[in-house]
């Protein structure tokens, strides 16, 4: 393909876009409507007829889909809980173009109007430019952006053959598609060149960025228990060693106020800093007001960009999350809870590993327990652990996106790691070992897993342009390589 008529597929392809805008801003209010959430457990009923909408959507593009069944789960009270289907799906198969798999989730975070949300979390409202609803950035906006970059190929002819994973379970462990994906890797997966992932959001509210990396979490529970009941604190209080008191000193115990973790031995196996990695990250624009800004916070744990960054993206981080069995409605109640169980969380990088890191908590905690001289039964566990992911910047994936972006947006993308986790980065890449991306088309702003979640009406379009565009290129560096293997070993 010459370069100045794929420049003018480009124009019509980019023309249709912005020519449909708003019948796409129609299929991301159908989808938003829908209450996938697939953390409450009466509303996956809702996720499963949400799978029916992707995949019926899939199928009007001309997709051969198999919406893959995984039975159901048990809550931790013992109820059976059908778990939504996996839609692969699957268009093209012209062994002339790469084959390039998307993958993507439709269930989403938990939203009441009541939370703080100026509009209804479930009715897409557009303010200011802005596409406001639940899972409007974190993940139907930039699945349903893929789809209609695809629909807008159809039209004219297809330049990629396109495999889809589609899943409901994302907010809640993404439970059963780890399995699916090894079941699936000598087949569904066999002929897959690329895997694109587009779950996160630029560094900035307004500069373009491709993902190359990500944290992973190692997730513990610690449990304090006294006895088997609730105690009144007039009766008990002070004659006993309460287990809340054991738990805070726990936890404690951590990190200390600068956020360096506490725990012996936790940055051992951290990888070096290399001068490499320290030139890359002074060259990323990234606002440290516009950051605070985004946060609602005053003030940062360190002052300059490089220092949030390498605290971001380079070293591990340890969050408290919450307290089960501890009293937390408001008013008063004068009780000593019996059993309560402490979550926080160890963001990982590399080259941590996830039984090392267990250890090290384990017998620091048990360290600090056992000098409170308390006759408590004490419980660590670390009920979820995720690698870290990292990609390899040189892939002509990355050289596709940062071309299609180049083209869309006018400027270079920053190369940016995610300080979260998403699993699935990782898992794809063990599994399938194929090479594998995190393209984002969100902003910073978009407040994923937040109240008042949006995407912007120019991030959705463009992104939708940019997916467009990534397809022409990939196809065009695919075919490059290629010729030039062929004659490699012709030679
Ligand atoms: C559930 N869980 C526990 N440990 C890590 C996670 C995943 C979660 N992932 C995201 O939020 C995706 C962001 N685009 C996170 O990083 O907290
Ligand atoms: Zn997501
Ligand atoms: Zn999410």
Not at 254 to 271: E, F, K, M, R, W
Not at 435 to 452: K, R, Y
Request: aromatic letters at 8%; hydrophobic letters at 35%.
């Amino acid at each position: 393909m010459s370069s100045s008529s794929s420049s003018e597929l480009e124009m019509e392809i980019f023309q249709y876009i912005d020519g449909h805008q708003s019948d796409f801003i129609k299929d991301l209010k159908e989808w938003v409507a829908v209450q996938s959430d697939s953390v409450q457990p009466d509303l996956r009923k809702e996720v499963i007829r949400m799978m029916v909408l992707v995949a019926d959507r899939l199928a009007a593009l001309g997709a051969t889909v198999n919406s893959v069944n995984l039975g159901s789960h048990q809550l931790p009270n013992g109820q059976d809980l059908p778990l939504p289907p996996v839609i692969l799906g699957e268009l093209g198969r012209d062994p002339q173009n790469p084959t390039v798999c998307f993958y993507g989730h439709v269930d989403v975070q938990p939203a009441k109007k009541e939370d703080g949300w100026k509009t209804d979390p479930y009715t897409l409202t557009e303010i200011n430019g802005n596409l406001y609803g639940r899972g409007a950035t974190d993940n139907k906006g930039p699945v349903l952006a893929w789809i209609n970059a695809v629909e807008t190929f159809r039209a004219l002819k297809l330049v990629v053959n396109f495999k889809f994973v589609i899943e409901g379970m994302e907010e809640a462990g993404s439970l059963g598609l780890e399995k699916l994906l090894e079941e699936e890797n000598q087949c569904f997966f066999s002929d897959v060149d690329y895997i694109v992932i587009s779950d996160n959001v630029w560094l900035s509210n307004k500069k373009p960025a491709l993902t190359y990396g990500s944290r992973g979490n190692a997730c513990f529970f610690v449990e304090v228990e006294c006895g088997g009941k609730d105690l009144h604190s007039g009766t008990f209080g002070g004659i006993i060693h309460e287990p809340l008191t054991d738990l805070i000193a726990l936890l404690d115990s951590l990190v200390d106020p600068t956020g360096h973790i506490q725990i012996p031995g936790i940055y051992d196996s951290v990888a070096a800093l290399t001068e490499e990695e320290r030139k890359l990250y002074e060259s990323i624009e990234f606002d440290l007001e516009e950051h605070k800004k985004n946060s609602g916070v005053k003030k940062f744990l360190y002052g300059t960009k490089e220092e949030i960054l390498l605290h971001l993206w380079h070293y591990p981080s340890l969050s408290i999350h919450g307290i089960e069995g501890a009293f937390h409605e408001p008013g008063i109640k004068t009780v000593i809870p019996s059993k309560v169980i402490g979550k926080f969380s160890i963001r990982q990088v590399p080259h941590m590993d996830l039984s090392v890191v267990k250890q090290q908590v384990v017998e620091h905690l048990e360290g600090v327990f056992s000098r409170r001289n308390s006759p408590n039964k004490l419980k660590v566990s670390m009920p979820l652990g995720a690698k870290p992911w990292l990609a390899d910047v040189n892939d002509p994936l990355y050289k596709a996106a940062r071309r299609a972006i180049k083209k869309v947006f006018g400027e270079d993308p920053d190369f940016i790691r995610d300080g979260s986790t998403v699993p699935v980065a990782r898992m794809f890449q063990t599994i399938t070992r194929k090479s594998v991306i995190m393209f984002p088309i969100g902003a910073a702003d978009d407040g994923e897993h937040s109240q008042n979640e949006k995407i912007s009406r120019h991030n959705y379009i463009e992104g939708t342009k940019v997916f467009a565009s990534f397809f022409l290129e990939i196809s065009k560096l695919h075919r490059h390589l290629h010729e030039t293997s062929n004659m490699e070993i012709k030679n």
